[in-house]
């Protein structure tokens, strides 16, 4: 079973529209030559964490830009809350938030005027209690008035986090949420990400390289490779079919080409 044909069972754009937070519908990108993403199809549950798996070039990051608006893919259509994109983004963009420890903020400004200007763009109402209480639930309190270069990794990190957060969104995109962060404070932020979901019916989409995390958050799983999807299901299954313990082991198998020979292995 190959990930479109996994995928083929679950609800497409046409019958799953309506209560979907994200559906990607024969979804293509092409630079030049070379096809980023090629002909991908799913369909993401409200409340969902799904986690997003690949290598480098595998179009995980284009997928997510043109699900953010941010890429015009070459053919085929994506819907955000129930919208088109990028035609219906101005409907939708303050409903969803996007975070990546890889994007810096300004380096001058504090933490805490980098929050209020992310607040005022999102048009957060009460943002001087909604700084407060980010920085209470994200442990920022200590550096609030610090200059954003002149924070840790670690620390920027969450900062990154709290700036997602500021307008509490529907859909939230992880790209590394956890990168940088020793295990205890990853594992805390981990808890958070999970009730925030629960508290706010809140929908993820996670890219991550950290596959115990993913293991963790993710009741689904989309594996990419050269543009397309390899699998999609949930984490359970798809170490079953690879007949594998870990997802570490099914991503390696994956990126190294040991697909086909593992799951006639599993089936007998």
Known sequence: MT???NASSRPTVADGAPSAAITVDRLVKVYKQTRAVDDISFSLARGSITGLLGGNG???TTTIAMIMGLVLPTSGRVRVLGHAMPEESAEVLGRMNFESPYVDMPMRLTVRQNLTIFGKLYAVKNLSDRIAMLAEDL???DFIDRANGKLSAGQKTRVALAKALIN???LLLLDEPTASLDPDTADWVRAHLERYRKDNNATILLASHNMLEVERLCDRVIIMKRGRIEDDDTPDAIMT???RSTLEEVFLDVARGRVNGLREEAAR
């Open 58 to 60: 595998a179009g995980k």
């Open 139 to 141: 442990d920022l309190t």
């Open 168 to 170: 509490q969104p529907e």
């Open 241 to 243: 079919r690879y007949n």
């Open 3 to 5: 990930g479109n044909d």
